[in-house]
Structure formats: structure tokens, C-alpha cells
């Protein structure tokens, strides 16, 4: 009987027990994003990333800008050659003008001169003066064809 009687209070408080912590779960409240304040330390991490950010590309920037100033004497300074026996690299198309870079680079195209001006870069400076060039006019407007034209020559 003690045995039954020890059983039923224990239960009884096990159950107590649960339902309070239950109640302590339920009214606890969790904290949300807007509740927390960035601390100073965090601030500054952030502001430090950006200018990290901002300070590499102006380091991009300046190395393309070098980059051209070595092109600009045969090529021009805004891809148009001023001597007939160098190539315009300004609206050429951004593959074409990589995929000779890289030529010239690894010795695929033979052009002393060349190899030389790209013996320095790696390909990721390949690949944005590629972009640069690709982005300039060249100044030649390709003609509209209009529907007209076609219809004529049936």
C-alpha cells in the first residue's frame, strides 16, 4: 500500500513537473533578428570588408589601366590603330580576343612581339583587357535590313 501510495504522489508530481516546464517553453520567447543590436565589433568587420572590397577594385582597375597604356602604342588607347599593320581590338568579340591572347601567351600564334607583351599577364588579366576591348565602338555600324530587300530577290 505504501508502495502504491509513494507511486501515485510521484506520478502526480512528475506530472506538475511537466506541466511547468511545458508553461516555461511556451512563454519563454525567443529572440528574434530585429531584437538584435549589431555590435560595434560587427560594424567595424563590415566596414572594413567593404573598403577591402573597394580598395581591390580600384587595384583591378589601376592594373587594366596599366595593361592598355602597354596596348595603347600599337593598338591605340581606345582599340583603333593608328598603323595599318596593327589590328583593331576595340568591338572585337570578347572570346576572339582571349582566345589570341592565350595563343600568343602559350605559343600557338608565332609573333615575337606579342609574346613578349603577354608573357607578364595571367589569364585573368587576359580575360579583362578581352572584356575592356570587347566593350569599346569600333565605329562601324552594320546596315538594317528590312523585310523590302528580301522580297525583291524571288
Not at 9 to 30: D, P, R, Y
Not at 39 to 67: G, V
Request: hydrophobic share 40%; charged share 25%.
Amino acid at each position: 500500500m505504501k508502495f502504491v501510495l509513494f507511486l501515485t504522489i510521484f506520478t502526480f508530481n512528475l506530472h506538475a513537473w511537466a506541466a511547468e516546464t511545458n508553461a516555461e517553453i511556451l512563454t519563454k520567447s525567443e529572440p528574434t533578428i530585429d531584437a538584435v543590436e549589431p555590435s560595434p565589433d560587427m560594424l567595424e568587420i563590415a566596414e572594413q570588408e567593404i573598403n577591402f572590397d573597394e580598395q581591390q577594385l580600384l587595384i583591378k582597375h589601376q592594373k587594366l589601366k596599366t595593361q592598355i597604356e602597354f596596348c595603347a602604342p600599337c593598338h591605340g588607347k581606345n582599340g583603333l590603330s593608328d598603323v595599318p599593320i596593327y589590328p583593331n581590338l576595340a568591338g572585337q568579340h570578347q572570346e576572339y580576343l582571349f582566345k589570341q591572347l592565350l595563343a600568343f601567351k602559350y605559343r600557338r600564334r608565332k609573333d615575337p612581339i606579342m609574346q613578349g607583351m603577354v608573357s607578364r599577364l595571367n589569364e585573368e588579366d587576359m580575360l579583362e583587357l578581352a572584356k575592356y576591348y570587347a566593350s569599346l565602338s569600333n565605329g562601324i555600324t552594320q546596315p538594317k535590313l528590312t523585310g523590302a530587300a528580301n522580297e525583291n530577290s524571288n
